[in-house]
T-cell receptor, first 113, second 116 residues
């Protein structure tokens, strides 16, 4: 049963536009993540965030930024999208410690035209 | 360097048989955690099973089990009595033991097709 909710599920936009994806988890976890899954199904971490620490994958372009209002929400903003940003963006949550089993949302597919 | 490697891109089996999917990992940490996830056709990624590096006993959950060979840095997933609905992409993942670096590294996935 889904406990990590993402909106929108699908978004088409033009190069240069700003896009935001929202994520909410109801598991009470203290850490949330954004992963990018490309067309080859490769999953790569973009951000890891809890209320104390943001860890950014150094390969993530600056136009991407996480935004969090509380530990249950972590949004992803893309300031000016590029064609290579077309992908599925997956939100996940977990406890920070204790082995860290991640629970994923259903993903938000972005298509940049 | 790739931390988690899955060399099998796709596997096809007949239902009710047993399948093994391979995964090797690379880490310098003495403590780490290994996971298998399944991504269905709808895109949903579901946690299946995990192995903590300090545990010698292979993990088992339902018809999933692991073949953990620590000296070989290998964590294979075994699915017994496969069903059509097991058809999916299976990802191996690793989290290193450093407490403040709570990120999973994923392999490239193995697509499993279970045929009648």
């Amino acid at each position: 049963e889904t406990a990590v909710f993402q909106t929108p599920n699908y978004h088409v936009t033009q190069v240069g536009n700003e896009v935001s994806f929202n994520c909410k988890q109801t598991l009470g976890h203290d850490t949330m993540y954004w992963y990018k899954q490309d067309s080859k199904k490769l999953l790569k971490i973009m951000f890891s965030y809890n209320n104390k620490q943001l860890i950014v994958n150094e390969t993530v372009p600056r136009r991407f930024s996480p935004q969090s209002s509380d530990k249950a929400h972590l949004n992803l903003r893309i300031k000016s999208v590029e064609p290579e940003d077309s992908a599925v963006y997956l939100c996940a949550s977990s406890w920070r410690v204790g082995g860290n089993t991640l629970y994923f949302g259903e993903g938000s597919r972005l298509i940049v035209v | 360097a790739q931390k988690v490697t899955q060399t099998q891109t796709s596997i096809s089996v007949v239902e009710k048989t047993t399948v093994t999917m391979d995964c090797v990992y690379e880490t310098r940490d003495s403590s780490y955690f290994l996971f298998w996830y399944k991504q269905t056709a709808s895109g949903e990624i579901v946690f299946l099973i995990r192995q903590d590096s300090y545990k010698k006993e292979n993990a088992t959950v339902g018809h999933y089990s692991l073949n953990f060979q620590k000296p070989k840095s290998s964590i294979g997933l075994i699915i017994t009595a496969t069903q059509i609905e097991d058809s999916a992409v299976y990802f191996c993942a690793m989290r290193e033991g450093r407490e403040n670096y709570n990120v999973l590294y994923f392999g490239s996935g193995t697509k499993l097709t279970v045929e009648p």
